[in-house]
């Protein structure tokens, strides 16, 4: 996720009661972006979980921007915290108020170009393969390249397993795992840098690993045009 991101946030909720899951979307991005990534993530989805919106911050958006996505989309409101208070403190919210097994982070402005993205994110980490999977991206693969890392699969997927951080993008998280070790990022008052700051809890050679789908793909956002 990115680093550094001091203006404020709001996120959307999506919580599935059939897969036990919930989807955490962050409204990252211009409002034309969000419109486009949003219009690209979500009917490509599969795995038909309601939504909920989660408000963490002053007012940022133009007013009725929100209120029309929720429309489009059948979002749900939820109240907001009122403020910015950074990825992990956001996460311990949502953790208590959505109790679930498993975790799907998504930014705004992300476009993925592969359908039914969300179903094999949802299964690696269901399988205990894994407590953290991740679409492909041009920029992580790139990384990984220069960084070493080995191919396995993972719930019959394809997927390819860092060895040093690397950026992260639209991604399934066990809750299990991630619970207890967000503290360990809580001293960042924005949003960004989980890979490194989450990178010492996770074992690469074992079931406590991070995983990149190799066949599931994220558009690098510096590969879309800009619509600023």
Not at 64 to 92: P, R, T
Not at 106 to 122: H, Q
Request: net charge negative; glycine share 8%; aromatic share 12%.
């Amino acid at each position: 996720m990115r680093c550094g991101v001091y203006h404020t946030l709001l996120y959307l909720v999506r919580q599935s009661t059939q897969m036990n899951a919930v989807l955490f979307i962050v409204l990252y991005g211009s409002e034309a972006s969000i419109r486009r990534g949003l219009s690209s993530t979500l009917p490509s989805m599969q795995s038909g979980v309601p939504v909920r919106v989660f408000d963490n911050c002053y007012p940022y958006w133009p007013n009725g921007f929100v209120d029309e996505l929720a429309e489009q989309y059948g979002f749900a409101s939820v109240d907001s915290v009122g403020q910015n208070i950074g990825f992990a403190k956001a996460a311990s919210i949502l953790h208590e108020k959505y109790p679930a097994d498993i975790t799907i982070w998504i930014e705004g402005d992300s476009v993925t170009n592969t359908p039914a993205w969300d179903v094999p994110l949802i299964e690696a980490v269901a399988s205990g393969g894994c407590v953290w999977a991740t679409l492909r991206n041009r920029r992580s693969y790139e990384e990984m390249a220069e960084r070493e890392s080995y191919k396995m699969q993972v719930a019959g997927y394809n997927v390819s397993v860092p060895l040093q951080p690397c950026i992260n993008s639209i991604c399934a998280v066990s809750t299990g795992w991630l619970a207890p070790n967000i503290g360990n990022v809580n001293e960042n008052d924005y949003y960004g840098g989980s890979e490194v700051k989450l990178w010492d809890k996770l074992d690469q050679n074992s079931l406590r690993r991070w995983v990149f789908l190799d066949d599931y793909e994220e558009v690098y956002k510096s590969d879309l045009p800009n619509l600023e």
